[in-house]
């Protein structure tokens, strides 16, 4: 009895196995047969679960940038065929479908990640099936790996440009440097006291809140803001505020009285999409800090909102900074590959560095050898609208540092991946050498 | 510092004015206030700032509607002419055109900046001093206080003196003090810190102490430190007030997200997971009332409590009917059920509504807050919170208490074999007692959608505060929730000054959990027979 059964399980499993490995050759045949045909663009975006709110749009907007360029006879002769896989906004998950997108599905470029723990999750995987990855989003920066290319905003072109135009345009004395408790607001605060002491800030004029992921009881801190902001001097609030939390914040800011000219606030993750649908009266003055507004009045950026609008079938629907940033890097991609003449990943990166192509408020982004691009740097005004109405920006496109200058411990470290002496993302140039990790 | 920037304006009202016409000279203003106000379509921030300060100096009566034009966004410039024109659609001729003339080809918005802004603000206040109506004037006065522009301080005093409203002298009389605080005369100075002494407010607060750092005169300093002490020890009582204000409302909203899951776990012993959906449900029935009656924004609540009600009480009652009716007695399986229906309903709005939040409109009447004084205010939203809160428990309470049905439910949580043997339909008084549960869990929602996000996330951030009160207040005792909701909100906003907001509500749950461990039944635990062990 107990060896028949056991035969019989083994014969069964025999049966499956060789099912499996069918199945699996024919799977993989059917992928080289396709990548013959069509390029396969991955789209790594959470479309449920608590980023769905931010991400969904930038699957969308790689879909409509998939389709545009077919509609222009594809690429080398071929095909794009777009690759949407869902994480569902959480952060191994991000990692195992990396992995699928680059194992079983074969595509040559993934754009994707919206957090930075869902980029720091995916980084080893794209590192070891040696994929690329365009990442959208601003960020903390302390970063450039070989395989990922970073078209959001480090701090330099967002966070220190922002506090530059507070102490010299509004001249801001105190400071609220209020976040979010995760890596991006904590390191990017961190950045931004040393940046401030460095400027001469005493430590007294500096406040540092951290708020809970979805915090929607505000009543202390906006009061613990007011009252910091009446010592006499000028003062401001440094928002890290995550996404969605702003918008309870920005309520009680209201409800308590305080006023955009009394206490301004500016944010570097709120954008149009955030503040579409929500009544922004309260709001108006409040400032933003990003590489690119809704509103902003060229050619390139009107054409891209039709676009959008005909592609999306919404009229009402708004364009954001992480969309440009996807828009950027999709360009740059497609202009490496034509110029690199295959998708192979080396000769792809190989190809990108110093190419350039338009962005949309009328310059142009570069690819520099650590990754990052340029950017110009923009500062916004609320208006009752929910667009953005322009107050600063800075004359020419800023280049994106990965290691900050104002951290002493990264300000040695720099990121080439061109130069062969340096050939990597965290060479320090005072031992000259490169630290063990890739990134 | 204000004399400079003064000066610093002056300079450039000359620069702009130069610009236009060389000939002008700072004495004698040969600019008309046409010429003047024509320059605003295309001026930059900095030129507006200037052309608004000296549009300020001329006596025409079209001056006052500019400027509150100007600060409200509704002043339009034709993009040729300059010519000044009130709204877009159907522009109203201000400066530089009549009705007679051509229509303006292309209308600008004269867009304004946060210094602009704040630079309008005492210029249009002090417009308003000699208003007929006693309250603008009033509110005039408050403006000016702690920002007089130095131009303005002969017309304040000139106003102060023939004002014969008592309660808008006394204001003009703080505004004019706060400038006299850097008069030249000691004795100016002493009356004026006398003066400010009877205040409560913040600002003035802070005038006085940045006084007192520049103060020379040794009578005027000891006025000054006699007059901050007693500003600094109201505001101390003050910031107490205020903070119990904040721990009540917190405590308020956890009361509303918890009772009903006091209902549905303290009463049923049913761990419902989905708890934190059925107020997303309720969130979500507000934005849709708000979309079916957009005329009624007004009223929209009101109708929105019933409905939100209904809504996740039924949803309620069928995931009792369908789900947790086989599940009684398996906490482990009831558990894992209701967290994959909260899953399911969560994408289930997701697809429905799109995962895009949605705004609920606040209604005018839960905006803006109560100005006590210049220390203390309380935002309304927060105050009908707390009265709301309050109201919802003293229902609940009355309805378990005081009608058949409620005794029905309190029979067969106690004694289901008994009460069935009494006649009473257990089945169908848990399917009740289940609904009862979610629609007031419902109407928590119609609560916060005014407060936080509508999204479908909004549940789970509410769900483990929600155990933790009923937990903490004892399991099946509502007036446990009670107590256990204000206190901890209560502790929470005591202890987020100090210790910042996530060490907050880490050492809230290090203290639940140890109380627990002394307490294992909670703050108010029920006693008698029917207590399990």
């Known amino acids: 009895m107990k060896t028949s059964i056991r035969a019989g399980s083994k014969r069964r499993f025999t049966r499956a196995a060789l099912k499996a490995g069918a199945a699996t050759l024919a799977l993989a045949g059917s992928a080289a047969g396709f990548a013959a045909e069509t390029i396969k663009v991955g789209v790594l975006h959470s479309l449920s679960g608590t980023m769905a709110i931010s991400e969904t749009t930038l699957k969308d907007t790689v879909l409509m940038l998939v389709d545009e360029q077919n509609k222009k006879g594809g690429l080398l002769g071929k095909k794009l065929e777009a690759v949407v896989v869902d994480p569902a906004s959480n952060w ?167 006023s955009a000219e009394d206490i301004p606030v500016v944010a570097f993750s709120v954008g149009e999409e955030e503040l579409s649908g929500f009544d922004t009266s309260p709001l108006v003055g409040h400032l933003a800090a990003w590489n690119y507004f809704m509103s902003v009045d060229t050619s390139e950026n009107d054409a891209f909102i039709k676009k959008w609008h005909a592609f999306i079938k919404d009229p009402k629907r708004v364009t954001n900074d992480p969309m440009e940033a996807t828009y950027i890097g999709f360009n ?108 | 510092m204000k004399l400079l920037f003064a000066l610093l304006l002056a300079l450039m009202a000359v620069g702009a004015g130069a610009a236009e016409s060389p000939d002008t000279a700072t004495d004698e203003p040969a600019a008309t206030f046409e010429a003047v106000a024509l320059g605003l379509g295309s001026a930059s921030f900095r030129e507006k700032t200037a052309l608004v300060e000296r549009l300020a100096g001329f006596a025409d009566p079209r001056v006052p509607v500019l400027l509150e034009t100007l600060l409200a966004g509704d002043l339009y410039a034709d993009a040729t002419t300059g010519a000044l024109y009130i709204g877009k659609a159907d522009p109203a001729p201000l400066v530089g055109a009549t009705e007679a003339s051509a229509p303006p080809d292309k209308l600008r918005k004269v867009i304004t900046n946060n210094s602009l802004r704040s630079a309008l603000r005492p210029l249009i206040a002090a417009t308003r001093l000699r208003d007929p109506d006693p309250e603008v004037r009033a509110r005039a006065a408050r403006t000016l206080i702690g920002e007089v522009p130095l131009a303005l301080t002969p017309t304040l005093e000139q106003v102060t003196a023939t004002e014969q409203h008592s ?100 009463v049923m012993g049913v761990i419902n997971m989905a708890h934190g959906e059925m107020i997303m449900l309720g969130a979500y029935t507000t934005y849709v009332v708000q979309l079916l009656m ?69 209604p005018d009447w839960l905006s803006g807050s109560w100005q006590i004084n210049g220390m203390l205010s309380l935002t309304y939203n927060r105050l009908y919170i707390i009265l709301f809160a309050l109201a919802v428990l003293v229902t609940l309470v009355g309805l378990l208490r005081k009608t058949p049905i409620g005794l029905q439910m309190r029979a067969v949580t106690q004694n289901r074999a008994m009460a069935s043997s009494m006649g009473i339909r257990t089945g169908r008084v848990d399917a009740l007692t289940f609904g009862l549960g979610s629609g007031v869990a419902g109407i928590a929602g119609v609560a916060l959608s005014q407060l936080t996000n509508v ?59 140890l109380f627990i461990q002394w307490r294992p039944r909670g703050l108010f635990a029920l006693k008698g027979r029917f207590v399990e062990d």
């Open chain 2, 167 to 266: 309660e808008v002298r006394q204001a003009l009389r703080t505004a004019l003090a706060s400038v006299q605080l850097a008069d030249a005369d000691p004795g100016v100075r002493i009356a004026a810190v006398r003066e400010l002494a009877d205040n409560s407010d913040k600002q003035i607060l802070t005038l006085l102490e940045q006084r007192a750092r520049q103060e020379q005169e040794a009578d005027v300093s000891a006025a000054l430190a006699e007059a901050i002490a007693a500003l600094q020890a109201r505001e101390k009582w003050f910031a107490f007030f205020g903070d119990l204000f904040f721990g009540l409302s917190l405590g308020s909203v956890l009361l509303l997200a918890a009772v009903g899951l006091a209902i549905t776990f303290g």
């Open chain 2, 455 to 513: 999204g479908p996330n909004l549940g789970q951030s509410y769900i483990i505060d929600s155990f933790l009160v009923v937990v903490f207040g004892g399991v099946g005792n509502l007036f446990g929730t009670f107590v256990a909701a204000m206190s901890l909100g209560v502790v929470t906003k005591f202890a987020e000054p100090l210790v910042g907001a996530v060490l907050a509500k880490i050492l809230i749950l290090v203290f639940v959990i």
């Open chain 1, 92 to 258: 191994p998950l991000f990692a195992e479908k990396a992995k699928e997108l680059l194992a079983k599905d074969k595509v040559d470029v993934i754009y994707g990640c919206w957090t930075s723990v869902s980029r720091k999750s995916v980084l080893p995987v794209v590192e070891e099936l040696n994929g690329m990855l365009f990442y959208p989003v601003q960020y903390e920066g302390e970063e450039s790996s070989k395989n990922v290319f970073y078209t959001g905003a480090a701090p330099n072109q967002q966070a220190i440009p922002a506090v530059d135009y507070l102490m010299n345009e509004v001249g801001v004395e105190r400071w609220v440097l209020a976040g979010t408790d995760y890596v991006y607001p904590r390191t990017t605060n961190k950045i931004l006291e040393a940046y401030l002491k460095d400027k001469g800030v005493a430590a007294g004029d500096i406040m540092i809140n951290y708020t809970p992921f979805g915090h929607s009881d505000w009543q202390t801190i906006v009061s613990d803001i007011k009252k910091f902001g009446s010592a006499g001097k000028k003062t401001a609030v440094v928002s890290t505020i995550n996404g969605d939390a702003n918008v309870p914040f920005y309520k009680e800011l209201g409800n308590q009285g305080v």
């Open chain 2, 294 to 362: 957009p005329e009624h924004i007004e009223l929209s609540l009101l109708v929105a409590v019933p409905a939100a009600f209904l809504v996740s009480g039924l949803v309620g009652i069928a995931i009792e009917r369908g789900v947790i009716r086989f599940l009684y007695g398996r906490p482990l399986e009831t558990l894992l059920a209701t967290f994959g229906i909260s899953l399911v309903l969560q994408q289930l709005v997701r697809t429905i509504f799109s995962p895009l939040n949605k705004s609920v409109i606040t």
């Open chain 1, 332 to 439: 740059l991609w497609v202009k490496a590959v034509e110029k690199a003449g295959t998708t192979d990943v080396d000769a792809v990166r190989k190809a990108i560095y110093g190419l350039d192509v338009p962005n949309l408020t009328g310059g142009t982004a570069v690819m520099l050898p650590n990754h990052h691009i340029t950017k110009p740097v923009l500062i916004g005004e609320i208006q009752e609208d929910g667009q953005f109405q322009v107050v600063w920006q800075t004359d020419e496109e800023v280049p994106g540092d990965a290691w900050t200058d104002y951290l002493p411990e990264s300000a040695k470290i720099t990121a080439d991946w061109q130069d062969p002496a340096i050939n990597c993302g965290n060479y320090n140039t005072e031992t000259k050498t490169c630290s063990g990790q890739n990134y």
